[in-house]
């Protein structure tokens, strides 16, 4: 729950109810939603300075208002380079520096047209200058000094002892530390239990109304269930009110049940977001071997996956297959990739050319690399917080040991996945990307600077060529050239296989009839619960 350095779509739902965000998304027309600012910014004709005169009624806890000055702290202190937020880094580029004119007018000025200008906003909550930074340290940097390669942070004795303190656990797991604007605070956290939020008292949002200035629940309690059984029984016994987050499987069962379909409603909701199976193209050689280094032995690896068991016995048949990152309703896809399809015979061949025989005849492939031989076993990472990930797992290990490939399931709790994937502790791992209606921007997924940094371009994929084109598109605007750029650069992303792309992802839905104001929609979280208005006792 780091105001910076926090990464989880978990995280990402909180924000919504315990800070304040510049712009905000506005769900129900996929537009951007002012919440700070009074209004969309105004933007000079050269297109590269914002101008956003900021609401005058903002307060933090401590009931000062929230200025520009503020705004300023809250992005210069994510670009800082010691501030370990590198997935967040690269959106902030195109900003060059923010001019604060009054406590209620800043101006952005940006370095080229990025094509996320409008949208990055939205991204990054605002925080308390004065609170986490009492002696206003960072005002004596700019933004160029932070974004210039040379600039040696770790040499300034007082700004890496402001990044030490700013990057201290304690705001991100810590409820006292964990502060913010929005209408709610977190009350308790039990760790891998539940999170318990609580409408504050006094607060600047009484009176008003708004997506995120509604706050009718005065207690919101997140509950952590990987039980299948129990998150059923849960539900049918009303011990739940709702959930943006259930398994294929259970919410077909329950939407099955009489009992459960009189007190509930619910709904399958496409999403911009994909399942996907990455794999390291960088290994070590020592830790992780060099087993998917070229692209024929990735390709094999994408033809052995049962698409069509997983999407029948995990997916349930609800999910569609995808052939590229980018969301099929978007202008930018590119719809001249096919799907792969499971093909054993073609992955054996294609392994053969990619020079893996079985040399000993222990039913193992095998080739010699670095002057050594080297078995086609690895292990295969996947969340056992998600338990249709351990069904996927399990399934791919069998159809690949068809072809003397050896996958060994690796199931971890969420922390030590997310820190193996972001260091490249891997071989081969099952995750998710959660999308957004915006234009992409994939520098973070898939510049070579985010595998450096440890960003999100886990598995090591691009080159010179391909970073040229991610950096054109960045500052290429909508339309017919940016489409062309985009689909050029699926098509190397298809050829190079750095990932299986696997299904788009439809959110389930669930909320009891008991509340009012139900909309649901199609960016994630999917469902904002301070919206969720009592109208009435549970039915019997």
């Keep these: 729950m780091h105001p910076t350095n926090g990464n989880t779509a978990q995280r990402q739902e909180i924000t919504l109810y315990t800070q304040v965000f510049l712009t905000n998304t506005d769900f129900k027309k996929l537009d951007l939603y002012p919440q700070l600012a009074a209004s969309k910014p105004e933007i000079s004709a050269d297109g590269l300075e914002y101008t956003y005169t ?91 000094q932070f974004l210039d390669k040379k600039f040696v942070a770790d040499k300034d004795a007082k700004l ?21 604007a929005g209408p709610y ?51 049918l016994n009303q011990v739940y009110d709702g959930t943006a987050s259930i398994d294929i499987k259970t919410m077909l069962e329950l939407k099955e049940d009489p009992k459960f379909v009189k007190h509930f409603n619910y709904k399958f909701m496409d999403t911009y977001n994909y399942t996907y199976i990455g794999m390291n193209m960088k290994p070590d050689g020592v830790k992780h071997s060099k087993i998917f280094t070229d692209a024929k032995t990735r390709r094999a690896m994408a033809l052995l996956i049962p698409y069509n068991d997983i999407n029948t016995i995990v997916n349930k048949n609800i999910y569609n297959r995808i052939a590229t990152p980018v969301s099929k309703w978007k202008d930018d896809c590119n719809k001249d990739l096919k799907l792969i399809e ?57 159809s690949m040991r068809k072809a003397n490939v050896v996958a060994e399931l690796n199931g971890l709790e969420f922390g030590t996945f997310i820190t193996g994937i972001t260091t490249h502790d891997f071989d081969m791992m099952i995750s998710s990307v959660t999308g957004s209606a915006g234009p992409d921007d994939f520098k973070q997924l898939w510049h070579t600077e985010s595998w450096i940094t440890n960003g999100s ?24 050239e940016r489409n062309k750029l985009s689909k050029e650069l699926q098509q190397i992303i298809y050829d190079e296989q750095p990932c299986i792309f696997m299904f788009g992802q439809k959110r389930r839905v669930i909320m009891h009839k008991r509340f009012g104001n139900q909309e649901y929609y199609y960016e994630k979280p999917g469902i904002l619960l301070n919206n969720m208005k009592l109208i009435s006792a549970s039915p019997n």
């Design 54 to 144: 900021l609401k005058d009624y903002l307060k933090w806890d401590d009931g000062s208002l929230i200025t520009a000055e503020d705004v300023a702290f809250s992005f210069k202190a994510n670009v800082c380079p010691l501030v370990n937020n590198p997935h967040a880094k690269p959106y902030l580029e195109s900003i060059k520096d923010i001019k604060v004119v009054s406590p209620t007018k800043v101006i952005f000025v940006m370095r080229d047209n990025y094509v996320q200008n409008l949208y990055i906003m939205t991204d990054f909550p605002l925080m308390q200058r004065a609170y986490f930074d009492k002696d206003n340290l960072l005002a004596n940097y700019t933004f160029d």
């Design 160 to 180: 890496k002892a402001w990044a030490a303190e700013f990057n201290s656990p304690k705001y991100g797991h810590t409820p006292e530390d964990i502060v913010g």
């Design 342 to 398: 499971t093909n054993l015979e073609e992955a054996k061949k294609l392994l053969a050319e990619a020079g893996w025989k079985d040399s000993d005849g222990d039913q193992v492939l095998d080739k010699i690399v670095d002057g050594k031989k080297l078995d086609f076993r690895f292990k295969i990472n996947y969340m056992t917080t998600t338990p249709a990930w351990e069904t996927t797992a399990k399934l791919i290990s069998e």
């Design 185 to 235: 605070k977190i009350e308790s956290w039990e760790s891998g239990q539940t999170i318990t939020l609580v409408k504050k008292k006094n607060h600047w949002s009484e009176g008003k109304t708004g997506l995120f200035e509604n706050a009718f629940p005065d207690k919101i309690i997140y509950k952590i269930n990987t039980d299948l059984n129990s998150t059923k029984l849960e539900f």
């Design 457 to 480: 371009n886990n598995v090591g994929f691009g080159n010179a060529k391909t970073d040229a084109i991610i950096e054109k598109l960045r500052i290429t605007p909508l339309g017919e």
